[in-house]
Structure formats: C-alpha cells, structure tokens
C-alpha cells in the first residue's frame, strides 16, 4: 500500500483552492477590469517559480460521514518564487472570498505571509486587494466583546522595512489596514481606475456628509500626486514590471550589497549635447530628464514618483552597472526650488538609498527653498529642514553634480554626512547663500538710495557681484572638487561608482525605516 | 468637449504664446509664468483649439488655476 489516496486527496483540495470564491464571483471581480490574484502572481514572478504555502489553507465543509463536501480557499495566497531569477515571497489577497477582508482568511497564514520575507531576508511583495483588517462590525456579536486596535505583527511588519525591500501593489479598493499595507512599502504603485486608497470607503465618509465615489475619494491620480503611493500605472500588466524592476536595484535584504549588472555602455562615453544643455540665459529652464539619461547606463534609468513633489525628480539607476540613487532638479517646476512635497519625497529616495547602500548621485539646480505664502503655508521650511536632516543623516558615498544653482539653505542638499562625498561642477553652475538680484537690495540698500541714479547704481553693483560669480572663482579657492567638460559627466560618474562600491557597509540601518 | 490648461506653478502669468483661435498640438507652449525669477513654460498636454483666456498678463496665479480653455 503506497500513500497515493492521502496524495489524491490532497490533489484534490488543491483544485478545489485554484477555484478561488467560484465561478460567479470570479466573473464579477474580471468583469470589475481586475485579474484573479492567482493571473497576478502568474503576471508578477518568474514563469512557473510559484512554490505556494498553505495551498490548502481554508474552509472545508464536511459531511457527518466526514468526507469533504465542499472547500473555501483563505483569502490569502502566498509563497516563494523568482524574480529576475532572485529569491521573493509573494502574497496576494483574494477579493473573491469576502471581499478580501480578514474574516476570509485565516489570522495564522496572514500573519506567516506578512512575516516570512523579513525571517529568510528575502524581498516581500505584497498585492493588496482587500479591505480593513477588522472585517465587519457584525464580528461584535460573534464575540460579545469589542478589543483595542492592534494587529500584532505590526511591529514585524514595520520592522522589515529596515531589512528587506517590500513592494506593494494597491490593486483594488483598499481601506484601513489593506491602505496601511500599500503605504507601508519602499516602493507602491496603484493601477488607475481599478484602484482605490483611504481610510474609510464612501459608504463611511457619507455619514460624515461628503457623498463621493469612490475614485473621487481615493482614486490613484490623487495618491499619486500627494505621495501616498509612489506611481500610478494605466493597468495591472503595467504594474508588475514595475515592481520587478524596482526590485532589480536592490540588493535582497540589507545583509548583502545590491550586485552589479553587466553593462555594454562604455563609462567613458561622451554625450556631447550636454555641451549645451543649460541655456546661458539664466531665467531660461531646461530639461532634466535627458541629462540624466544621457550620463547613466543605457536604459537603466527608473523614475520613481514622477507626478509628485515635481521639483525633485528621483529614481534609481546604473553607472558601469552599479545600482545608484538618482536625486535631480527640474528646473521647469519653480525653476527646481524645493518645496514641502519635493523635501518629503527627497527624504523617501535617500531613506531607501541609505537603508540599502545604494550611492548617491544628486544633480543639483537648486534656486532655495520656495519662497511666498503658499509656500510658507505649506510648511516648506519643517519639511525642507527635515530633507536637509536626512541629506546629512546619510552616510552612503555622495556625487552631485552642480548643474547650475546651488542657493540658500536648500542648496546645502549639495552633499551629505558621509566623508566620501565629491561635487563635480559644470560651467553653468552658480551658487551662494544669496542669490545676487535679492541679496544687493538688502545688503546696499544705503549705497543705492544715496546715489543719484540708484537704479544705475544697482545695476552697477549687480555686474560687478556677478563678474565674482564664476565657479571658476570658487575653484580657485578649492571651494568646489572639481569643474568639468559636462560632456564627460558620465566618466566621472562611473569612476565615482567604482570607488563609492567598496565603501558601502550592509547591516541594519541605523534608524528604523519611516514609510 | 473643453479642457482647461492649468499652471504647473504659482507666479505671474508673463507672456501668452498662443491667442484664442490658435489651434495647438500636445506639448506646445501656450505660456509663460515667471516663478523664482524663472520663465516657466505652461504647456498644453492636449490637442485642441484656444477657446478663451481665462486670465490676463501680468496677473498672479495660484499653482493649478486654470489659464485657459481648449475645445477638442
């Protein structure tokens, strides 16, 4: 007598799981424009890497005879796989069974797949499609009691963030803890119109008086524009590679270096518009973008939240194959000037850079920090002051490359704590605690007013602060590393990855992660 | 169907590049607004045709406010 009925049987309850809340429901939930969580994880990992855990976790119904009747799958699917053939745990809700809410699942399984990642050090991705953690109030009466708030892997949860890269996928309407679960990542991403994020859902905010729908409640072009989530994506296909090549950067947990990749780009390769990238007229923007894709590796160049904080572009990137972090201005957003927005989403792209040893390059064009009343509204110089906390907390090496303006406090975001930090300038940089056109007013005010034509004497004044200006100057003075040809930019950079590699240090970051 | 071309920044609007009437492709400049002393250029991300100015040079604007209005 071989083992094969108890095989069979458990074959059995296998297929019965693939059948997900059955046939009606799973219909209703594509016809929603969503796919099954089983399609995602086929869509996420490598082909056929999928080594599910707890396949046969659920709801059986038995008859008095004991034989199984009938068989409701947890709503949670998980397991190892591959991606970029690497070493991940996957776990995503079913919205099928119970709408994705915990009283579908198993409180055991969930908690494994919230904890597994971080025990084995291995990246986590989470595909969230499930509602608050607390399930329905009509759980009161089957408890007779009510409870504190708490969920008690929280700690765990949070706490991976400091050791394993956690991405997460908002693919449905997430409130409560399905919506922490999003924001508690390094990197989210929901898909517009088939996703939504909040606290509560309408039916609760109604009673509050506000009757809105869903989208315009928490629809993916609000979270992605006030940094809630890190990017919006146009379908769930376009989300998963997303995720995979967010991964690809990153090492697989803070206890290794993320690895180099093979490049064909040659480092000393030369980009020979950026000869002339910066217009010599100063009020004039340009492009920020195509400078950076021009100096990294070819077709490694990965924006990360570009519908928010727009000052501040951030993403990740190779140089000679090297995983860096990638902080830039843009000058056509208040001519690159740091806001409260691009100060938070500063601070998230050097927190995940200094979590994970990822080198720095900063090209910077920093006018200060946005001045006028919206912006001290906004709370510009708290947020501002913090990103500055965070530019020096940093420890992994730092490159900026100064572009053009570098003024004020803001332009102290220039370099950051670690003693291996260089600064390469273009001609076209300018820098100083004042810029000179505000600056002359305050400091000559006496002189101007006492000449006889004070506009000419301004002008006067201006011209000759200007001519003192050059970069060349503070060169002179070795006030700078180094002033470069921008068209070699790239070489400088490469060699800067080179030396920046060694250095890195894997371990436990120093502070805790901050979502 | 009528869209409104929003100002990416709060500053002044300086110059109108385009007067009702023009017909602009995606990605044409239709204003500049000066912000931190920079000229900033508005750009449509739709085609359509200059249905009205919302706003007149020189006036301050809030980040966000609609400029103008295109008929598709």
Not at chain 1, 1 to 16: F, G, I, T, V
Not at chain 1, 358 to 380: N, R
Request: glycine share 10%; with cysteine.
């Amino acid at each position: 007598m071989s083992w094969k009925p108890e095989l069979d049987d458990l074959e059995r309850r296998r297929r019965l799981a693939l059948e997900l809340g059955g046939p009606d429901k799973v219909a209703r939930h594509k016809a929603a424009g969503k796919l099954t969580v089983r399609e995602r994880l086929a869509g996420l990992v490598d082909e056929g890497s999928l080594e599910e855990i707890g396949s046969v976790a659920g709801f059986p119904e038995y008859d008095e005879a004991g034989h199984l009747t009938g068989f409701t799958p947890a709503n949670v699917v998980c397991g190892r796989a591959r991606i970029g053939g690497r070493n991940v745990f996957v776990t995503g809700d079913d919205f099928t069974v119970r709408g994705g809410a915990n009283d579908g699942g198993l409180r055991e399984k969930f908690q494994f797949a919230e904890t597994w990642a971080r025990r084995w050090r291995v990246p986590l991705v989470r595909l969230v499609d499930g509602t608050g953690g607390g399930g329905s109030v009509k759980h009161l009466e089957t408890m007779g009691r009510t409870y504190l708030p708490d969920v008690p892997q929280f700690t765990e949860v949070l706490d991976a963030l400091s050791e394993i890269p956690v991405v997460a996928l908002g693919l449905g309407s997430v409130a409560g803890m399905g919506a922490a679960r999003v924001c508690a990542s390094h990197y989210s991403v929901m898909v517009r119109g088939t996703s939504q994020l909040f606290a509560a859902g309408p039916p609760v905010v109604a009673r509050t008086g506000q009757v809105v729908t869903k989208e315009e409640l928490g629809g993916s072009a609000i979270h992605a524009k006030n940094g809630t989530i890190d990017d919006e994506v146009a379908s769930e296909e376009e989300a998963f590679p997303r995720a995979r090549r967010f991964l690809g950067f990153l090492p697989s947990s803070v206890h290794e270096l993320a690895a180099r990749q093979p490049t064909n780009d040659q480092p000393e390769r030369t980009a020979e518009q950026l000869l002339s990238a910066v217009p010599r007229d100063a009020r004039q923007v340009y492009k920020m973008r195509p400078i950076v894709e021009a100096v990294v590796d070819a077709g490694n160049w990965f924006e990360i939240g570009k519908a928010w904080g727009k000052s501040v572009i951030t993403g990740l990137a190779r140089l000679n194959g090297w995983p860096v972090a990638i902080l830039a201005s843009d000058p056509y957003h208040y001519g690159g000037a740091w806001t409260a927005d691009a100060s938070r989403k500063a601070i998230r792209m050097i927190d995940l850079a200094q979590t994970f040893q990822l080198p720095v390059v900063h090209f910077v064009d920093i006018p200060g920090f946005l001045i006028g009343k919206e912006a001290e509204a906004s709370g510009v110089m708290r947020f501002g002051t913090q990103a500055l906390a965070a530019v020096r907390q940093s420890t992994v090496p730092w490159c900026a490359v100064m572009v053009r303006k570098a003024f004020g406090m803001a332009g102290l975001s220039q370099r950051n704590g670690s003693p291996a930090f260089l600064r390469y300038a273009w001609p076209s940089a300018q820098w100083g605690s004042l810029p000179i056109a505000g600056g002359v007013e305050a400091a000559y005010r006496a002189v101007i007013e006492a000449a006889p034509d004070p506009a000419a004497k301004r002008r006067e004044i201006e011209a000759k602060l200007e001519a003192l200006q050059s970069p060349l100057r503070t060169a002179e003075a070795f006030g700078v590393e180094e002033i470069i040809d921008p068209r070699e930019t790239r070489s400088y950079l490469c060699r800067f990855a080179d030396l920046a590699a060694p250095l890195r240090q894997p371990g436990r970051p120093h502070f805790g992660y901050r979502p | 169907m009528t869209q409104n071309v929003t100002s990416p920044v709060a500053g002044q609007l300086l110059t109108r590049l385009v007067q009702e009437g023009d017909a602009v492709a995606p990605d044409t400049e239709v204003a500049i607004v000066e912000a931190m002393k920079m000229h900033i250029p508005v750009v449509a991300e739709r085609a359509g045709r200059v249905a009205l100015w919302l706003v007149s040079e020189d006036s301050q604007i809030a980040e966000g406010q609609a400029l103008l209005t295109l008929e598709a």
